[in-house]
């Protein structure tokens, strides 16, 4: 009975996305309502959903539904595991931030509700199918929505950047469907399940199936931006308005990357893998230099949207070289950081949402003495930012360290010192944002406060809400505009969930372990 | 030789599938015009579509309608599949077409390299 969560939690909000158009002609507010509703009741389905396939409960830890009763190496078959239901359950509560944290923001149109929605269902969709064709349609779904939401800012450069991402973006997903239509001519079937043992009875030496592989793989790293397919990704995320910025950057590489691990340990398996030392080592080797590079490009930038997209590219390096390192660790730790990365860019991108409609702050310059006056999301941003870098405790600890674990398990050194220098990379970006924030005097600011004393701001911060047209900042500052308490607050709540979920670990290999078993039999 | 000539007289669809795909992303990167961008986009895809709707073909098939006796079929998911892909294709182009119109009426040009000179693109 359960099973009719999954395509319920598909269909919800792909059939919600209609309403707020069409209550639009009647009301003008009608999206955030409807958009919230629709969202609340998707992350109770999803707790469920999670409930249901967690060992914890008695119910199978596996959830099948054939759509419309076709039965499965003909119909399209939804299918839900611990893995999925982590992601399910990243797509729900991020859903939900980033409209309590649109509610004020906007983009105040009836449109962007309805693409919100279809986004979410097109995620959901990424997460749960078992179909090979079905996941490129939901892709799509999730491409389209997304040039759409990006382009949806009033500036310009932003149709520019969508516009980019379309080109890239269709070419990966086409490139996918490429690599399906090979494994498909090889196999006869489109059933993730039924392909696997199909290949498996092929042989993983044959050309078409690497074909397949090759194609499918170089699709996703479009999709996901692993360097040098990475181009696309800093204008989308820099020109869309930081709502948009949030919710992509948290959720949509993070699906795909998803949808990568699915096929290459579902489909093609860990044999695969083995029996090609060559696609592995170029995964490897691919991985590390996104790792490396991006983290560099990362170091050159002043804007802060663009050092966040620029570090995604390095995080997604660190998941493909988990993806290839084909060990059991490392796959867990790609799992966690998918997770960990997706809250703390949410966090980031919305601090910097805060940060920039009260301060109008772009740059690291433009951050300079910021705790002082926005003590709260300045410092929430900073949790976001050492869990980015992975000082404990914070999820993005558990992340690095498993896959590290992974790579030394494994007996890839060469991976293993290379996630140590993006660490170490990582660590120089975001301590010139720590520095611009906590001990650097704003230049305009006259002789507010001491230089560098930040014990200080922040037992005044307690006091002087943020973006709060606080009278005793005074003069030179009054053009603050000030910022509703919803939006700090849910960068409060994202930012300490990064680091509660530092003692998730458990929680995570319950989840996943059957999985897992399931990946490396 | 005959090999060669093998190939070109039974497999002639696929070769023309990976020249279509290859001319169309070759259009779309070389090509500054977006609209001609946008139009090797489209090539590129009905490529694909090519490759999909030849995998399905049977010398002698006759459309999957199964009557008694009939056959043999041509496979009908690939054509599903490429019926499927052309939705999506025509939502891309739509799509990508009306951020053209936005991009012209705002900054005047449908080059990309002016655009990119604009907009000060890394």
């Known amino acids: 009975m359960s099973d009719a969560l999954l395509p319920l939690l598909i269909a919800i909000p792909l059939l919600a996305a209609v309403f707020p158009l069409l209550l639009g002609l009647r009301f003008d507010s009608a999206g955030w309502p409807v958009a919230m509703a ?36 003909y119909g399209i078959e939804l299918v839900g595991d611990g893995l999925s239901a982590i992601l399910v359950l990243l797509i729900s509560v991020v859903a939900v931030a980033v409209l309590i944290y649109a509610r004020t923001t906007g983009p105040d149109s009836n449109a962007f509700y309805s693409g919100f929605l279809l986004l979410t269902g097109g995620l959901l969709g990424m997460a749960l199918t078992g179909d090979l064709f079905n996941l490129f349609v939901f892709l799509e779904i999730v491409g389209l929505v997304s040039y759409a939401l990006i382009a949806s ?42 392909m696997a043992s199909e290949l498996a009875a092929l042989g993983y030496g044959d050309p078409l199936v690497q074909a397949a592989f090759g194609f499918i793989l170089v699709g996703f790293m479009l999709k996901i931006a692993i360097f040098p397919l990475h181009t696309w990704q800093p204008d989308a995320y820099t020109y869309a308005p930081d709502t948009v910025s949030a919710f992509i950057s948290a959720l949509v590489s993070t699906t795909a990357a998803y949808a990568l691990i699915r096929i290459a340990y579902d489909v093609f398996t860990v044999d695969f893998f083995a029996a090609n030392p060559l696609i592995t080592d170029a995964v490897l080797l691919v991985a590390s230099v996104s790792i490396v590079v991006g983290s560099l490009l990362a170091l050159l930038q002043t804007e802060l949207k663009r050092i966040f997209a620029y570090s995604s590219v390095a995080q997604f390096g660190m998941i493909l070289a988990a993806i290839g390192l084909q060990s059991e660790t490392a ?46 999301t300045s410092g929430m941003m900073a949790v976001a930012g050492l869990a980015l870098v992975g000082i404990p405790p914070s999820v993005g600890t558990l992340g690095k360290w498993f896959i590290a674990l992974g790579a030394v398990e494994a007996g890839s050194w060469g991976v293993a010192a290379v996630i140590f220098i993006s660490t170490l990379l990582t660590l120089t970006y975001i301590g010139r944002l720590l520095e611009a924030l906590y001990f650097t005097q704003p230049a305009t600011d006259d002789d507010t406060g001491v230089a560098g004393d930040t014990g200080d701001a922040t037992d005044d911060g307690s006091i002087v809400a943020d973006g709060g047209a606080d009278s005793s900042t005074a003069a030179g500052l009054d053009d603050v505009v000030p910022v509703a308490t919803e939006r700090v607050v849910v960068v409060v709540v994202l930012a300490l969930s990064t680091v509660a979920l530092f003692g998730a670990a458990g929680l995570f290999a319950e989840l996943l372990d059957p999985v897992f078993g399931r990946f490396f039999q | 030789m005959t090999d060669f000539l093998g190939v070109v007289t039974t497999r002639h669809a696929y070769a023309l599938f990976v020249l279509l795909s290859a001319i169309g992303l070759y259009m779309m990167i070389a090509n500054e015009n977006l609209v001609k961008k946008i139009i090797g986009l489209n090539m590129f895809q ?25 056959g043999p079929y041509v496979s009908p998911l690939p054509q599903v599949i490429v019926l499927t892909a052309i939705v999506v294709g025509i939502s891309l182009t739509a799509v990508g077409l009306a951020l053209t119109i936005r991009l012209y009426s705002e900054y005047g040009t449908l080059r990309a390299d002016a655009l990119r000179e604009v907009i000060g693109d890394e």
Do not use: C
Request: aromatic fraction near 12%; avoid cysteine; hydrophobic fraction near 50%.
């Open chain 1, 331 to 376: 796959l867990f730790g790609a799992v966690i950081h998918l997770v960990g990365h997706g809250l703390m860019k949410a966090t980031l991108f919305m601090g910097a949402g805060v940060l920039s409609s009260a301060y109008g702050a772009q740059t690291v310059a433009d951050y300079a003495g910021l705790a002082k006056r926005a003590p709260i």
């Open chain 2, 46 to 70: 009905t490529g694909v579509f090519l490759f999909f709707v030849t995998s399905a073909y049977r010398i002698g098939g006759a459309a999957p309608i199964v009557t008694e006796g009939g």
């Open chain 1, 153 to 194: 800012s009033d500036d310009g450069r932003a149709a520019y950047g969508a516009l980019k991402y379309l080109f890239l973006g269709t070419t990966g997903a086409s490139l996918y469907l490429i690599g399906v239509g090979y494994a498909f001519v090889a196999t006869g079937t489109l059933n993730m399940r039924d």
């Open chain 1, 38 to 73: 629709t969202s609340l009741l998707v992350a109770a389905l999803a707790v469920r959903f999670t409930w249901a396939v967690s060992p914890a409960s008695s119910g199978p830890q596996r959830l099948v539904h054939d759509l419309a009763g076709y039965p499965a190496p």
